[in-house]
């Protein structure tokens, strides 16, 4: 059986704190332990504020809807925009190695969603916007 939850608004920095709360009572709602909790709310948070500063590129903000869904061992996040085409490939990988003073500011968000997922999935379609997947799998669920 599974458990969906869904929150639709416009990608504004003022909408931000609701998104993540939003995020917040989902995974509680969805009985998710702490840990892939953390970590889904990184992700969610991660790809909603770059929505927000780069997915509208200074036009109105327009719509994003988070849908939540978990199963017996995972949790599906599935987040739309219809903004700009993101590439994912286009995304230099961070200079982790680097000092403070020599790296730029900003630029871990997709690494950090790549890092805490288990899947990750980003499609374009051109009439329908951007569709990002991100699905964490339950230690010990369905077990």
């Known amino acids: ?21 939003f995020v917040t009572a989902a995974c509680g709602e969805l009985g998710l332990p702490e840990d892939v909790a953390f970590d889904v709310r990184l992700a969610v948070e991660e790809a909603c ?3 927000v500063m780069h997915g ?3 036009g109105a903000p327009g719509p994003v809807s988070i849908e939540m869904m978990r199963d017996e061992d995972r949790v599906v996040v599935t987040i739309r925009d219809s903004g700009v085409a993101f590439h994912p490939e286009a995304v230099a990988p961070p200079r982790l190695r680097a000092s403070v003073e020599e790296r730029a500011l900003g630029g871990l ?6 890092s805490t997922m288990d899947h990750v999935q980003h499609e374009h379609d051109p009439e329908t916007g951007n ?8 230690p010990g669920a369905g077990a």
């Open 56 to 58: 509208y590129r200074g």
């Open 1 to 21: 059986m599974s458990v969906t939850r869904r929150m639709d608004c416009d990608a504004r920095q003022d909408q931000l704190p609701a998104m993540l709360q």
């Open 109 to 114: 968000g997709w690494h950090l969603i790549k």
């Open 49 to 51: 504020t770059n929505i």
């Open 131 to 138: 569709t990002l997947t991100l699905v964490k799998h339950i």
